[in-house]
């Protein structure tokens, strides 16, 4: 009676466990940081790329924010077939979050 029990008891800590699982799944809890390395590390490298590697503290956040609703990367290039605008939006939450006057600067970027 005591195995049953506990056999049950763990089946249940086991599905709620699993539960964020369902609610969020692999592919949406990926963060503006996978996306920047994903994305923007396709051209950005420091080997090899066809644009030059950075990290968030290449602008402080207010240029991060410009540099994205302004679109700026267009005059560039236009990544709109590599880059969602769904994902844009997370890597400028990540850029700004980590920018050079932010609270969590964060140096180490592309490779
Ligand atoms: C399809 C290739 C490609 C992708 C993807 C890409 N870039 Fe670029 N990016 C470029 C090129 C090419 C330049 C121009 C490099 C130069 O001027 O030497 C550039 C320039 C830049 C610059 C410098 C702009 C300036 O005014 O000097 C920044 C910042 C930048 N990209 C950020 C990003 C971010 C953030 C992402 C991801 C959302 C990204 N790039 C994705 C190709 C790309």
Redesign the pocket.
């Known amino acids: 009676m005591i195995k049953k029990l506990s056999f049950f008891c763990f089946v249940v800590v086991m599905l709620v466990l699993a539960v964020p699982l369902f609610l969020y799944p692999p592919s949406y809890t990926a963060d503006g940081e996978t996306?920047?390395n994903l994305?923007?590390?396709?051209?950005?490298k420091s080997k090899g790329?066809?644009?030059?590697a950075?990290a968030p503290v290449?602008?402080a956040s207010s240029q991060?924010e410009r540099?994205?609703s302004k679109n700026?990367?267009q005059?560039?290039?236009?990544?709109s077939?590599?880059?969602s605008p769904e994902?844009?939006e997370l890597?400028?939450q990540y850029?700004m979050k980590h920018a050079a006057d932010s609270d969590r600067p964060i140096a180490a970027g592309l490779k």
């Open positions: 996306f920047f994305r923007c590390g396709l051209c950005h790329g066809e644009a030059p950075f290449k602008y991060w540099f994205f700026k990367h005059r560039k290039k236009d990544i077939a590599e880059v994902e844009i890597i400028k850029l």
